[in-house]
């Protein structure tokens, strides 16, 4: 996560949970020459074009008083979508049962990428279903990135 999502990420959160809303995670990229910041926002059932809208004008007002980025940007406020990642540990409890992609900092037993069914979290480890009846453990502290996998 970048400083500045670091940094707002607590700001946001209180915001999102107003309007009945999870905050999952915030992304500031470059994309096509344009510096974006992207809310990414969920709730059960599906977030709605409303959602995003009811979020990014509680947010926008909130950034100008804070001015958090030195230079123009393009605030974007979005679904996770499909392959929603997963970020806090409740997460890993949350979506136990589904297929999921782990990407890691460094190789766990030759690899750095691993996908199957999660079994939730135990002591900071993701219990992974890889092949039938085959579990690993994957420490947190090594995972880069996690999500929501298609089948």
Same mark, same amino acid.
């Given at each position: 996560?970048?400083?500045?999502?670091?940094?707002?990420?607590?700001?946001?959160?209180?915001?999102?949970?107003?309007?009945?809303?999870?905050?999952?995670?915030?992304?500031?990229?470059?994309?096509?020459?344009?510096?974006?910041?992207?809310?990414?926002?969920? &709730?059960?059932?599906?977030?709605? @074009? /409303? $959602?995003?809208?009811?979020?990014?004008? *509680?947010?926008?007002?909130?950034?100008? !008083?804070?001015?958090?980025?030195?230079?123009?940007?393009?605030?974007?406020?979005?679904?996770?979508?499909?392959?929603?990642?997963?970020?806090?540990?409740?997460?890993?409890?949350?979506?136990?049962?589904?297929?999921?992609?782990?990407?890691?900092?460094?190789?766990?037993?030759?690899?750095?990428?691993? &996908?199957?069914?999660?079994?939730? @979290? /135990? $002591?900071?480890?993701?219990?992974?279903? *890889?092949?039938?009846?085959?579990?690993? !453990?994957?420490?947190?502290?090594?995972?880069?990135?996690?999500?929501?996998?298609?089948?």
């Amino acid at each position: 996560m970048s400083k500045i999502a670091e940094k707002l990420f607590p700001i946001a959160a209180p915001f999102a949970e107003t309007l009945g809303l999870e905050l999952v995670d915030i992304e500031f990229v470059k994309e096509g020459g344009q510096l974006v910041l992207r809310f990414l926002i969920d &709730k059960e059932g599906g977030v709605t @074009l /409303d $959602d995003c809208e009811a979020f990014s004008r *509680i947010m926008d007002p909130e950034l100008d !008083r804070l001015d958090p980025i030195n230079s123009s940007y393009l605030l974007q406020v979005s679904s996770p979508g499909i392959e929603r990642p997963l970020k806090k540990p409740e997460d890993y409890e949350r979506f136990r049962g589904k297929l999921i992609q782990v990407k890691l900092f460094k190789a766990l037993d030759g690899q750095k990428s691993y &996908k199957g069914l999660l079994h939730g @979290l /135990d $002591d900071q480890q993701i219990l992974l279903e *890889i092949k039938t009846n085959n579990i690993i !453990r994957i420490p947190l502290e090594l995972v880069a990135k996690a999500n929501l996998a298609m089948d």
